[in-house]
């Protein structure tokens, strides 16, 4: 069966230190990727996806960035966190754009 | 463009009642659609989905939602609600390979002893 992974489940930073959220799956191959944030009270906010290996959409401009150097690895980064950038984070994948979703169980960031 | 609306942001239901969470779509053609559920600071969880195989779709832990293309909507009802239940439902719409996963913006659901 397939299983998604996400790490760390919480993460406390100061303002301008860098990040590094990693996701993987297992028992598929070729997913659709997805990087989400969550802020409090609100819905979800669609970052990043990826349909394959080095293929990466961004949906918001902003201080992040998405890789996938692997086809079953997606990670989020940022050179320097802003405050804003405090949230809930989540990775999922799908097998196709009309597939249902798995979700991780999600980082909780705080920004300092 | 299309578009997802919840209808309400909370609801609350006594245990042992009722629940509808409302969700309406703006689409010119009929999307996929789905219902997960969301626990506090979990992931989302998969409720149910609907892709046209028949109007009346069965999810897990008893809930389900029926798609009415007349009147572009696509509501979770439970007969019975339960404490368990209480967390945060997103309704969300997709279509085709290359269309975007529209979230509706959720219904934090609060079950009242």
């Known amino acids: 069966s397939q299983t998604i992974h996400q790490w760390p489940a919480t993460l406390v930073q100061p303002v301008g230190s860098p990040l590094s959220l990693e996701c993987t799956v297992e028992g598929t191959s070729n997913p659709n990727l997805y990087w989400y944030r969550q802020a409090a009270g609100r819905g979800l906010q669609l970052l990043f996806y990826s349909v394959g290996i080095g293929q990466i959409s961004s949906e918001v401009p902003q201080n992040l960035s998405a890789s996938r150097p692997q086809d079953r690895q997606f990670i989020l980064s940022s050179k320097k966190l802003l405050l804003s950038d405090s949230g809930f984070y989540l990775c999922?994948?799908?097998?196709?754009?009309?597939?249902?979703?798995?979700f991780g169980n999600g980082t909780r960031l705080t920004v300092t | 463009a299309q578009s997802v609306t919840q209808l309400d942001s909370h609801v609350s239901v006594s245990e042992g009642t009722p629940v509808l969470l409302r969700c309406n779509y703006s689409s010119s053609y009929s999307p996929s659609l789905f219902w997960y559920v969301q626990h506090p600071n979990k992931g989302l969880q998969l409720l149910l989905k609907?892709?046209?195989?028949?109007?009346l779709v069965k999810g897990i832990n008893g809930f389900e939602a029926e798609f009415k293309k007349s009147e572009t909507s696509f509501h979770l009802t439970k007969p019975s609600a339960h404490m368990s239940d209480a967390a945060e439902y997103f309704c969300v719409a997709t279509k085709g390979r290359d269309d975007k996963i529209i979230f509706g913006k959720g219904t934090r659901l609060h079950i009242l002893p």
């Open positions: 999922a994948w799908s097998a196709s754009r009309d597939s249902p979703l798995h």
């Open positions: 609907y892709t046209s195989a028949a109007t």
